[in-house]
C-alpha cells in the first residue's frame, strides 16, 4: 500500500488496517483464485483525475479505479487507486463514516480485479450482493441501503 495523501491518516486513524481487512475479505470469498497480490494507492483527486483522464479518457476524479493486470508469475491481480477528497465527500454525503466508505471502495475496487462489473443490470445486483455480503462480515452496513435508485 502506498498513501500519496495523508489526509488518509489524518481523517481516519486506521485507514491501513481498514484497507487490508477489506481487500482480504475479497479474496478470503474468492479461495479459487489464484494470487492475491494487489497494489493500493491512496491519493488525491488530482492524481486519481489523471488516471481516469489518461487510462479511461474522463478527465475527471472518481472515488475509485482498478487494473486488473495481466496473468503474471507474481501473481499480481492488479492495482486500485483511491482519490481522497471524492471519498471524503462521498462519505459525508450519504451519512457515513469515511472508514466504512472506504471499505466498501476498496472491496468494489477488488471485485473489478478479480472481474466483476455493473454494466448491466444483472451484473450490477450480483456484485451488489457479494459487496453486502462481504462488507457484513467487516461489520460495515450496507452501503446500498436507502439508495432509491439502486446505483
Given amino acids: 500500500m502506498e498513501i500519496e495523501d495523508e489526509a488518509w491518516t489524518t481523517a481516519e486513524a486506521e485507514t491501513e488496517a ?11 470469498a474468492h479461495e479459487d483464485i489464484e494470487g492475491q497480490g494487489i497494489v493500493i494507492l491512496l491519493t488525491d483527486d488530482d492524481s486519481v483525475q489523471a488516471l481516469n483522464r489518461d487510462f479511461r479518457q474522463k478527465d475527471k476524479p472518481t472515488n475509485v ?3 486488473p493486470s495481466p496473468p503474471n508469475p507474481e501473481g499480481q491481480i492488479g492495482d486500485i487507486a483511491l482519490a481522497y477528497g471524492v471519498c471524503a465527500r462521498e462519505a ?3 451519512g ?3 472508514g466504512h466508505h472506504l471499505q466498501h ?3 468494489h475496487g477488488v471485485l473489478h480485479l478479480l472481474g ?3 454494466e ?3 451484473e450490477a445486483e450480483a456484485m451488489e450482493a457479494l459487496e453486502r ?3 457484513a462480515g467487516l461489520d460495515v452496513p450496507d452501503p446500498y441501503a436507502g439508495d432509491e435508485e439502486g446505483r
Fill in 18 to 28: 481498514l484497507v487490508w481487512r477489506a481487500a482480504q475479505a475479497v479474496l478470503d
Fill in 105 to 107: 471502495l476498496v472491496a
Fill in 133 to 135: 455480503e462481504i462488507l
Fill in 116 to 118: 466483476y462489473d455493473h
Fill in 65 to 67: 479505479l482498478s487494473f
Fill in 120 to 122: 448491466g443490470d444483472d
Fill in 96 to 98: 457515513k463514516p469515511l
Fill in 92 to 94: 459525508a454525503e450519504q
